[in-house]
């Protein structure tokens, strides 16, 4: 059972940065792919960025051009470059892994953006 734990939330204002990290509990291989949802008050978890070995990293539409994900597998981390943050982007956001067809979901981590 892997168990992921993310980081690196908080209250910021508009146009600033943040970096989450997401450290699980086992070793992760560069052929499991790691994600990074999130959801907003009243809505639908949402895929923000994916990261598969072999393969440009995957983001949605509206943070292309400011997140960037990355991954270190001897810390067993992934991480996710928030930049230019915007109001819109305020959601609890949540580390995915998918390993042998199984995906494992931390508890997320409260990103607030408001002036």
């Known amino acids: 059972q892997v168990q992921l734990v993310e980081s690196g939330g908080g209250l910021v204002q508009p146009g600033v940065s943040l970096r989450l990290s997401c450290l699980a509990s086992?070793?992760?291989?560069?052929?499991?792919?790691m994600s990074w949802y999130r959801q907003a008050p009243g809505k639908e978890r949402v895929l923000v960025a994916r990261?598969?070995?072999?393969?440009?990293?995957d983001y949605a539409d509206s943070v292309t051009g400011r997140f960037a994900i990355s991954r270190d597998n001897a810390k067993k981390t992934v991480y996710l470059q928030m930049n230019s943050l915007k109001p819109e982007d305020t959601a609890v956001y949540y580390c995915?892994?998918?390993?042998?067809?199984?995906?494992?979901w931390g508890r997320g981590t409260l990103v607030t953006v408001s002036s």
């Open positions: 086992e070793t992760i291989y560069s052929c499991d792919p």
């Open positions: 990261i598969r070995s072999g393969r440009d990293p």
């Open positions: 995915n892994v998918g390993i042998d067809g199984v995906n494992y």
